[in-house]
């Protein structure tokens, strides 16, 4: 057994004296023995007697162990579960608090049985969770356990975790659960189960705790083709933040404006969106998932891109005439939207056409009416007593659609005067016989000449 004596007298606080264990690799459950002794008259404590466990000649950690007083020698038993192919060194060390007395161990021994009053860790697993997740650590040990004990998971350049549950089977088994709650990366790293009873600690061989990035895709999506209510688009996904490997693809899109969107699962590089909205801009992007629970990372960067228009649905309804005078006429139809424009940038011309001088004239002009609830157009510059074609024609960038045609009569007008130069008189002896022809633009029937 290996023997150590620190007289603290005369030393200022804060010393420290180490006694190093030979390097242990151990194929099976064993336990370390020793006695200590930590004491001084005045009743202060002399130093504070801590041990630690370091594995493969890695950091030192913090101490699985530590005592400041105990006036009498004592007892206690390391229970380490630090399996073959790995090996560890125990270091007992002592600090010095500037009162005078004395830290001793002695009878340090390695025995090739269990310890008898602490128990023993089977072997930690690693765990691997995504970013954000609870990880949790199942420390199963063979031995009892009691409410005085303190049980904890030690972590290596990390934050320690508070016991979670613990679940009793019987006086030789039980499991205790530890958690690590919203694991960060900064959260990544080595842990150990520790237990610390009345006779001595037991220690678990460290485990990794590995945080995974749930993965997004550098790169917007890219844009293949446009049509009225789809868009084919490349997924473009294969750079990405975070961690694979990648087990599920997903298409997000949202209308710019709106709150309206969808996610639809995708299995090929591809993708079809369909069933969209004619001259509507959409924002798309794409959501890759990780393996566990958590693992869909958040949306990668969008692509913006609008539809294009769609053939108007049908021309405008219910042309009716409001008000006919000899030379205009005044017409209404039924209010129409993008349901039936399925387009943002449209216009409705007015058609018509009538018979003058023998030709027949046909005529356009745009009607700025559209938006409004009781839309109208009037036609002006009109002849009197003339039959009128109209019609209305809905036009967008993809189409045409045409209103069925209305045929309207304008009103009959004053005639014009009957041509000078084409009054003729034959005289008699008891009379003068006139005649004339008609005037040049008759508005109507004549119905009486006065003379």
């Not at 009054?423 to 002896?429: V, Y």
Request: glycine share 8%.
């Amino acid at each position: 057994g290996s023997f150590m004596l620190v007289n603290t007298s005369g030393r200022f606080a804060g010393q420290k004296a180490h006694l190093l264990l030979p390097h242990l690799k151990e194929n099976d459950t064993h336990c370390i023995d020793f006695h200590y002794y930590v004491s001084s008259k005045s009743g202060s404590s002399p130093g504070t007697l801590n041990i630690y466990v370091k594995v493969n000649d890695g950091p030192i950690g913090n101490p699985i162990w530590n005592t400041s007083i105990t006036a009498t020698w004592n007892r206690a038993e390391l229970a380490i579960s630090t399996f073959w192919p790995n090996f560890y060194q125990v270091v007992f060390e002592v600090v010095t608090s500037g009162h005078p007395g004395y830290v001793a161990i002695d009878e340090v021994k390695v025995l090739g049985h269990p310890c008898t009053k602490t128990p023993h860790f089977l072997r930690l697993q690693s765990v691997e969770v995504n970013a954000g997740q609870f990880a949790t650590f199942q420390c199963t040990a063979n031995g009892g356990t009691d409410s005085s004990d303190r049980l904890w998971l030690q972590g290596i350049y990390v934050r320690d975790a508070p016991l979670k549950d613990i679940k009793v089977f019987n006086f030789r088994r039980f499991v205790a659960l530890f958690s690590v709650v919203n694991a960060t990366k900064r959260d990544a790293g080595n842990y150990r189960c520790m237990i610390q009873t009345e006779g001595g600690v037991g220690v678990s061989n460290y485990a990794e705790l590995i945080v995974k990035e749930p993965p997004v895709p550098i790169a917007p999506p890219q844009l293949s083709s446009v049509g009225a209510t789809y868009l084919w688009i490349q997924l473009n996904a294969n750079s990405i933040n975070g961690d694979g490997p990648i087990i599920q693809r997903e298409v997000e899109y949202r209308t710019s404006s709106g709150s309206w969107y969808d996610i639809q699962p995708v299995d090929s590089t591809s993708y079809k969106i369909g069933h969209l909205d004619p001259d509507t801009e959409y924002e798309i992007s794409v959501l890759l998932t990780r393996p566990g629970e958590g693992g869909t990372g958040s949306p990668g960067p969008a692509l913006k891109t609008r539809t294009k228009c769609a053939d108007p649905m049908r021309g405008p309804r219910k042309l009716e005439v409001v008000e006919i005078k000899s030379r205009q006429i005044t017409i209404c139809w039924e209010p129409f939207g993008y349901n039936v424009t399925r387009c943002h940038r449209y216009n409705l011309t007015v058609h018509y056409r009538y018979q003058a001088g023998g030709q027949e004239q046909v005529r356009e002009e745009v009607s700025w009416d559209t938006e409004s609830s009781h839309p109208q157009h009037t036609i002006t510059n009109l002849s009197p007593y003339t039959n009128v074609s109209i019609k209305l024609v809905l036009m967008n960038p993809e189409g045409r659609k045409e209103s069925q045609e209305l045929v309207v009569q304008t009103d009959e007008d004053v005639p014009s005067a009957v041509p000078l130069e084409s009054i003729q008189g034959s005289t008699f002896e008891e009379k003068i016989f006139l005649q004339w022809r008609e005037p040049a633009q008759t508005y109507g029937v004549i119905t009486l000449y006065e003379v």
